[in-house]
């Protein structure tokens, strides 16, 4: 690279804009954009216009356990980033799910280090071959939500080497561009100053050559974040680096060298991501390979009487019961939230096409759909030319009281807006301004209507003219804290079937680095009486397929859950219609791990995370059995709440989070306690049925014979366990057999495997060395003597 002077260098390091990074021409130093991830390419305006395709989540992905799907789905995602010229993408999280009440777990592949780090990898790689580049998030410890700026993880050594900065090791292995440095502090440090980790572990131990930068807003100082090893700063313009970097320098506070090296990992990975692109996939093949991987990651936990699948020609009547037949949680509601196809299929819908031709469907939601904030199903009140015939006009003004000519004007199709400093430059978004939003809404029943109303500023709304909610100003800066609650105010209105009255929303915005408007409409409709129609369907019918879950607001960016049940409306659900039918297959549309102690009354059980936008067709299709459910258990689901070594969230008074639970992370600590969780890691089954024999030592590893007994083509995912000092997946591979053959399955191991984290660094556990060739963490398996001191010493 051309020497850079101080003051070329200092520039390099902090972003030029909201999702690029500065260039120097006259070094030949590009600029590079990026967009969020993991799940598919985020517009950054988070506009239900700007399409993209949407992947599984990293849990659906984990419970695949399939590397390859995993390289794969990283390509599409990579694919779709060089079609809308993106550069840099950032994802994978590679996170772990300490925790089941963490806001983002859906975003994490697994509670394992070992299964979250080899797909992570494979993601990466997938992606990269591209040419676009990964940035993977968030380092380090960033497993929960709960005062995520400031909160202070404390972690011993042994646990943060083999546990928590494990997936971070592959990443670096895979050679991904870039690395995140996450909001929250490791022992005392924030991430982005975090020198033990940035410099000493990943840029030293590891020999990692890629740039480290900041999560958006997330440094707070010069020279600590510099000398730390934090080499960009993100967003642009800059706050704490860019030219400052230069000043602290002059000062004798940093070195140069420092910032040359930055400024030189920044244009490394400039040039790295701006080079040559792969062609798109075809749209046909990017929708086969989506509804592939949302059924692989399709867990079938239960299946009394073998319920599933069902056979259409047997029978006379099939309900669908459940709000999410009807209105699936396809993601999670982060800010990397994907702009998807408003025509995607629902469940309800693939299900009748599948089943439809051979047997009567009825369907009854259940319980309301919505039951924080409803839709808000109105026409636009203006014809801007756009062609949208259902959404709210939006008006943008420079003035606070939305008087004047609008400087701009858009429909949008949806009940959540959310903006991020200076989106809409033309109306002032980063000094303050407002908007106004109306449509025209048609009551289809007589009653009493709830009008919902949330922001992040002052916002009111009126109903033909006359204000029926009011939110006041929220503190300065709190924007953040008021957009992760999304709380809204409701006003009962009367209205008439037919009635149409034209609803406006008035929001007033101070300057801040996020705001949000939401709102919706609630149809009068007794919850008893969606209750009753459910149980007179079940009751009715041969067979139930009652789907069950979340929505999108329920796994959110910056906030934690309270608990893991499902809504108190869905507990009484699922209570009724098992006591009225004994052939229930209960489906969860949930992306973390949840408490299933209702399964106890169901046939079936069939977990399906958050799937992506192939979730419809492949459900219809495992359902019917022209799929399988190919999944396993990512995380674990335990007896009770009490359970889960690392269950609580919330900091101490002095900010501290201890990992108390140390290396026994989620099945680690449940087994080690002497317990047994209702579905350990790596639990689940098919439809087709393997037999297990021959486990043998090989000079690799270890290896074992599938023989598939049944009539179908099927997957088993092999696992390899070790149990001392706790039980630790140290191996896996998943296998498909046709009908009636065997494989022979060889699961290569390293020493890095039987090695734990100790005074000396890396130090070998004595033999000889204990291990189970299993079907989950809880299965006493194969048991095996294996001396792993003949291993090549290389690899992780």
């Given at each position: 690279?051309?020497?850079?002077?101080?003051?070329?260098?200092?520039?390099?390091?902090?972003?030029?804009?909201?999702?690029?990074?500065?260039?120097?021409?006259?070094?030949?130093?590009?600029?590079?954009t990026?967009?969020?991830?993991?799940?598919?390419?985020?517009s950054?305006?988070?506009?239900?216009?700007?399409?993209?395709?949407?992947?599984?989540?990293?849990?659906?992905?984990?419970?695949?356990?399939?590397?390859?799907?995993?390289?794969?789905?990283?390509?599409?995602?990579g694919?779709?980033?060089?079609?809308?010229?993106?550069?840099?993408?950032?994802?994978?999280?590679?996170?772990?799910?300490?925790?089941?009440?963490?806001?983002?777990?859906?975003e994490?592949?697994?509670?394992d280090?070992?299964?979250?780090?080899?797909?992570?990898?494979?993601?990466?790689?997938?992606?990269?071959?591209?040419?676009?580049?990964?940035c993977?998030k968030?380092?380090?410890?960033?497993?929960?939500e709960?005062?995520?700026?400031?909160?202070n993880?404390?972690?011993?050594?042994?646990?943060?080497?083999?546990?928590?900065?494990?997936p971070f090791?592959?990443?670096a292995?895979?050679?991904?561009?870039?690395?995140?440095?996450?909001?929250?502090?490791?022992n005392?440090?924030?991430?982005a100053?975090?020198?033990?980790?940035?410099?000493?572990v990943?840029?030293?131990?590891?020999?990692?050559e890629?740039?480290?930068?900041?999560?958006?807003?997330?440094?707070?100082?010069?020279?600590?974040?510099?000398?730390?090893?934090?080499?960009?700063?993100?967003?642009?313009?800059?706050?704490?680096?860019?030219?400052?970097?230069?000043?602290?320098?002059?000062?004798?506070?940093?070195?140069?060298?420092?910032?040359?090296?930055?400024?030189?990992?920044?244009?490394?990975?400039?040039?790295?991501?701006?080079?040559a692109?792969?062609?798109?996939?075809?749209?046909?093949?990017?929708?086969?390979?989506?509804?592939?991987?949302a059924?692989?990651?399709?867990?079938?936990?239960?299946?009394?009487?073998?319920l599933?699948?069902?056979?259409?020609?047997?029978?006379?009547?099939?309900?669908?019961?459940?709000?999410?037949?009807?209105?699936?949680?396809?993601?999670?509601?982060?800010?990397?939230?994907?702009?998807?196809?408003?025509?995607?299929?629902?469940?309800?819908e693939?299900?009748?096409?599948?089943?439809?031709?051979?047997c009567?469907?009825?369907?009854?939601?259940?319980?309301?759909?919505?039951?924080?904030?409803?839709?808000?199903?109105?026409?636009?009140?203006?014809?801007?030319?756009?062609?949208?015939?259902?959404?709210?006009?939006?008006?943008?003004f420079?003035?606070?009281?939305?008087?004047?000519?609008?400087?701009?004007?858009?429909?949008?199709?949806?009940n959540?807006?959310?903006?991020?400093a200076?989106?809409?430059?033309?109306?002032?978004?980063?000094?303050?301004?407002?908007?106004?939003?109306?449509?025209?809404?048609?009551?289809?029943?007589?009653?009493?209507?709830?009008?919902?109303?949330?922001?992040?500023?002052?916002?009111?709304?009126?109903?033909?003219?006359?204000?029926?909610?009011?939110?006041?100003?929220?503190p300065?800066?709190?924007?953040?804290?008021?957009?992760?609650?999304?709380?809204?105010?409701?006003?009962?209105?009367?209205?008439?079937?037919?009635?149409?009255?034209?609803?406006?929303?008035?929001?007033?915005?101070?300057?801040?680095?996020?705001?949000?408007?939401?709102?919706?409409?609630?149809?009068?409709?007794?919850?008893?009486?969606?209750?009753?129609a459910a149980?007179?369907?079940?009751?009715?019918?041969?067979?139930?397929?009652?789907?069950?879950?979340?929505?999108?607001?329920?796994?959110?960016?910056?906030?934690?859950?309270?608990?893991?049940?499902?809504?108190?409306?869905?507990?009484?659900?699922?209570?009724?219609?098992?006591?009225?039918?004994?052939?229930?297959?209960?489906?969860?549309?949930?992306g973390?791990?949840?408490?299933?102690?209702?399964?106890?009354?169901?046939?079936?059980?069939?977990?399906?995370?958050?799937?992506?936008?192939?979730?419809?067709?492949?459900?219809a299709?495992?359902?019917?059995?022209?799929?399988?459910?190919?999944?396993?258990?990512?995380?674990?689901?335990?007896?009770?709440?009490?359970?889960?070594?690392g269950?609580d969230?919330?900091?101490?008074?002095?900010?501290?989070?201890?990992?108390?639970?140390?290396?026994?992370?989620?099945?680690?600590?449940?087994?080690?306690?002497?317990?047994?969780?209702r579905?350990?890691?790596?639990?689940?089954?098919?439809?087709?049925?393997?037999?297990w024999s021959h486990?043998?030592?090989?000079a690799?590893?270890?290896?074992?014979?599938?023989?598939?007994?049944?009539?179908?083509?099927?997957?088993?995912?092999?696992?390899?366990?070790?149990?001392?000092?706790?039980?630790t997946?140290?191996?896996?591979a998943?296998?498909?057999?046709?009908?009636?053959?065997?494989?022979?399955?060889?699961?290569?191991?390293?020493?890095?495997r039987?090695?734990?984290?100790?005074?000396?660094?890396?130090?070998?556990?004595?033999?000889?060395?204990?291990?189970?060739?299993?079907?989950?963490?809880?299965?006493?398996?194969?048991?095996?003597?294996?001396?792993?001191?003949?291993?090549?010493?290389?690899?992780?």
């Amino acid at each position: 690279m051309t020497q850079l002077t101080l003051d070329q260098a200092a520039l390099l390091t902090a972003g030029a804009a909201m999702w690029a990074t500065p260039a120097v021409p006259e070094a030949g130093i590009p600029s590079f954009t990026m967009s969020d991830g993991p799940m598919g390419i985020a517009s950054g305006k988070v506009d239900e216009r700007d399409i993209a395709r949407l992947s599984p989540c990293a849990t659906a992905l984990g419970a695949s356990w399939d590397v390859d799907l995993a390289r794969r789905i990283g390509t599409l995602v990579g694919q779709e980033a060089v079609g809308r010229g993106i550069d840099m993408v950032l994802a994978p999280n590679i996170n772990l799910a300490r925790s089941p009440l963490a806001g983002r777990a859906f975003e994490y592949f697994s509670e394992d280090p070992l299964l979250a780090g080899v797909l992570g990898a494979a993601w990466i790689g997938g992606l990269q071959s591209t040419g676009t580049g990964s940035c993977a998030k968030h380092l380090v410890c960033n497993d929960s939500e709960t005062a995520r700026d400031t909160m202070n993880v404390v972690v011993d050594e042994r646990t943060l080497r083999e546990v928590y900065l494990l997936p971070f090791e592959f990443a670096a292995r895979a050679g991904c561009a870039g690395m995140l440095a996450a909001y929250n502090r490791v022992n005392g440090s924030y991430c982005a100053e975090q020198h033990h980790v940035l410099t000493e572990v990943v840029k030293g131990e590891w020999g990692y050559e890629g740039v480290i930068m900041s999560d958006w807003f997330g440094t707070h100082s010069t020279a600590p974040t510099l000398a730390a090893g934090l080499d960009l700063e993100m967003p642009g313009p800059a706050r704490f680096l860019g030219a400052k970097a230069a000043g602290a320098v002059a000062e004798g506070t940093l070195t140069e060298a420092r910032v040359q090296d930055a400024a030189a990992r920044v244009a490394n990975a400039a040039r790295r991501v701006t080079g040559a692109k792969s062609k798109p996939l075809a749209e046909e093949t990017v929708t086969a390979l989506l509804e592939e991987a949302a059924a692989a990651g399709m867990v079938l936990l239960k299946n009394h009487g073998a319920l599933l699948p069902l056979d259409p020609a047997r029978l006379k009547t099939l309900a669908v019961i459940g709000p999410n037949a009807a209105a699936p949680c396809f993601q999670g509601g982060t800010f990397a939230k994907i702009s998807v196809r408003p025509d995607l299929a629902s469940p309800i819908e693939a299900i009748r096409a599948r089943f439809g031709a051979h047997c009567k469907v009825v369907f009854e939601p259940g319980v309301d759909p919505a039951p924080r904030l409803p839709f808000m199903p109105v026409a636009p009140a203006h014809d801007i030319g756009d062609g949208c015939t259902s959404g709210m006009s939006l008006e943008y003004f420079a003035s606070t009281d939305c008087s004047g000519e609008p400087l701009t004007r858009e429909t949008r199709d949806t009940n959540s807006l959310v903006w991020f400093a200076g989106m809409h430059d033309q109306a002032r978004f980063s000094a303050g301004g407002s908007i106004r939003a109306s449509g025209r809404f048609t009551a289809e029943k007589s009653g009493t209507h709830r009008f919902h109303l949330g922001a992040t500023g002052v916002s009111r709304m009126l109903v033909d003219g006359r204000e029926v909610l009011a939110t006041t100003e929220c503190p300065p800066g709190d924007t953040m804290g008021v957009l992760k609650a999304g709380d809204s105010a409701s006003a009962p209105v009367d209205l008439a079937e037919g009635q149409c009255v034209t609803v406006t929303v008035e929001f007033t915005f101070a300057a801040a680095r996020v705001h949000g408007l939401w709102y919706g409409i609630r149809a009068p409709g007794s919850g008893e009486e969606l209750l009753a129609a459910a149980e007179a369907a079940a009751r009715a019918a041969d067979a139930v397929v009652l789907i069950v879950g979340e929505t999108s607001d329920s796994s959110v960016e910056s906030k934690d859950r309270a608990g893991t049940h499902l809504a108190p409306g869905q507990l009484d659900l699922i209570a009724r219609v098992t006591a009225a039918n004994s052939r229930v297959a209960v489906v969860t549309n949930v992306g973390h791990a949840y408490d299933a102690s209702w399964e106890d009354a169901a046939a079936a059980h069939l977990a399906t995370w958050y799937p992506g936008e192939g979730f419809a067709a492949a459900l219809a299709d495992v359902l019917a059995g022209d799929r399988e459910p190919g999944g396993r258990m990512p995380v674990t689901i335990a007896q009770a709440e009490g359970d889960y070594p690392g269950y609580d969230l919330q900091p101490q008074h002095d900010g501290a989070l201890p990992y108390s639970d140390g290396t026994r992370i989620g099945y680690r600590g449940v087994i080690a306690a002497g317990k047994s969780a209702r579905h350990t890691l790596g639990a689940g089954q098919g439809y087709a049925r393997f037999e297990w024999s021959h486990p043998a030592i090989t000079a690799e590893g270890v290896s074992i014979t599938l023989t598939n007994l049944s009539s179908r083509a099927g997957a088993e995912v092999v696992q390899v366990y070790r149990d001392v000092p706790e039980p630790t997946l140290i191996g896996f591979a998943k296998v498909q057999v046709e009908p009636g053959h065997a494989a022979l399955v060889t699961i290569p191991l390293t020493r890095r495997r039987f090695m734990i984290w100790g005074e000396q660094g890396w130090e070998m556990l004595p033999g000889p060395h204990h291990i189970r060739i299993a079907r989950h963490a809880q299965d006493a398996g194969f048991a095996l003597h294996f001396d792993a001191a003949g291993l090549p010493d290389i690899g992780l």
